[in-house]
């Protein structure tokens, strides 16, 4: 026969009234909070599993606003792209205008000046300033224009050749941002002829009407220039790729002053010349659009027509700067097509993480939040236990021999 004691029975009943106050309450946290895991306590496998996805859906998190910022980066870039092409197109139909026979010299001065309007428009284009007020054309130096005017009044790169990259999900960076010199800059002038500026004392002549009519040949000397050297005696040409001194095919070639002659693909004339004259045949200069805006409206501003010499460097005038204004527009709109292809890798990646957030965003659902209706259930029934274990503790608190005497 056990014995139990008063003290036996009270203790016990008061512990398992604790154990099902303290269920109630547990029940109770988990549906005002809405979680089944408020502590390491509650569940310690589910808790650590749940601190892992917390991690992952903040590293996920921080990777979505990196692809935000690269998508707003890259869009705004485009944009402007976009109107800077604009700009060259309006540019390129007034130098075709500018062709015209039969425009006066104030008609040519009128384009002149709406040139010099659309000048200053590409400039301010390509200053433009992203929402931190940093300029996107010039690489590192954020804080300085990417493009401003220098002694000459001429508008020159300012920027360094940077690229900010951003990581928008491990191991994936992109490209946000572009410098100007690549786009505006540096870009491939057309062929252009001048007399050696190595040659001492120089060349007497002059060479103009140079213009690719073959691009065959003619890649197979460019980027290289090429060199011509008059023989008059001869009535002959004769032509070297200018960096490794190697005669070209089909030279000497025979020509007569004043008229063209064709050589690797080129056609040029050479005019006033003398036994020896030698001149250069340039194929690989850079020239920036600013550049291309700056000589047409120092041309239209000052050459004058009223000669063979005057028309024909009007003609040059033309002709190359409209050969430039299509390499510009091509140099832009090949770095659109980049930009395109790293907004579709942007896109992808958002696409990624967006289903990698759902599917980590379920999991831990699964694992720490609470279903509601099983716990309502559970806190009806454990305030039915506790209501009766009170009702039997008080019953059972009156055993005692004193309620006999």
Do not use: C
Not at 277 to 306: M, P
Not at 339 to 353: C, I, M, Q
């Amino acid at each position: 026969m056990i014995r139990i004691s008063s003290q036996q029975i009270f203790s016990g009943g008061i512990n398992r009234l604790q154990d099902l106050n303290s269920s109630l309450n547990q029940t109770q946290e988990q549906i005002s909070t809405g979680k089944r895991v408020n502590r390491p306590s509650d569940d310690p496998v589910a808790a650590a599993r749940i601190l892992k996805l917390d991690q992952e859906l903040s590293r996920i998190e921080t990777y979505q606003r990196n692809a935000g910022l690269a998508e707003n980066r890259l869009q705004q870039e485009e944009s402007t792209l976009a109107s800077s092409v604009d700009v060259i197109q309006r540019v390129r139909e007034l130098t075709v205008q500018a062709g015209n026979g039969s425009l006066s010299a104030n008609d040519r001065k009128s384009i002149s000046s709406e040139i010099k309007e659309r000048l200053g428009q590409l400039a301010n284009i390509a200053n433009t300033r992203d929402a931190s007020g940093e300029y996107i054309f010039s690489g590192f130096q954020g804080s300085t224009a990417a493009f401003g005017k220098n002694e000459s009044g001429n508008w020159v790169y300012q920027g360094d050749e940077g690229q900010r990259m951003l990581e928008i999900d491990d191991g994936v960076t992109v490209p946000i941002s572009d410098h100007g010199k690549g786009i505006f800059s540096s870009i491939p002038a057309e062929v252009f002829g001048e007399r050696n500026p190595d040659q001492d004392p120089p060349a007497e002549g002059r060479i103009d009407g140079v213009r690719v009519i073959d691009n065959g040949e003619f890649s197979s000397v460019a980027p290289d220039d090429i060199a011509l050297t008059v023989n008059a005696a001869e009535d002959e040409v004769a032509a070297f790729n200018r960096r490794t001194g190697v005669e070209l095919a089909g030279s000497p070639v025979a020509y007569e002053s004043g008229v063209p002659f064709e050589i690797a693909g080129v056609s040029a004339t050479i005019r006033d010349e003398a036994a020896g004259d030698e001149f250069v045949i340039r194929s690989s200069a850079k020239q920036s659009v600013f550049a291309t805006f700056e000589n047409l409206i120092a041309g239209l501003d000052t050459i004058d027509k009223g000669s063979p010499a005057g028309q024909a460097a009007y003609d040059d005038l033309i002709a190359a700067s409209l050969q430039n204004l299509d390499n510009a527009q091509e140099s832009i709109v090949q770095k659109q097509t980049e930009l395109g292809g790293r907004l579709n890798a942007v896109e992808s990646t958002k696409s990624f993480l967006e289903d990698s957030s759902v599917y980590s965003e379920d999991i831990r659902s699964e694992l720490r939040d609470v279903d509601y209706a099983e716990a309502i259930s559970n806190l009806s029934f454990q305030s039915f236990v506790l209501q009766a274990a009170q009702q039997s503790f008080a019953q059972v608190s009156r055993l005692s021999l004193f309620d006999r005497l």
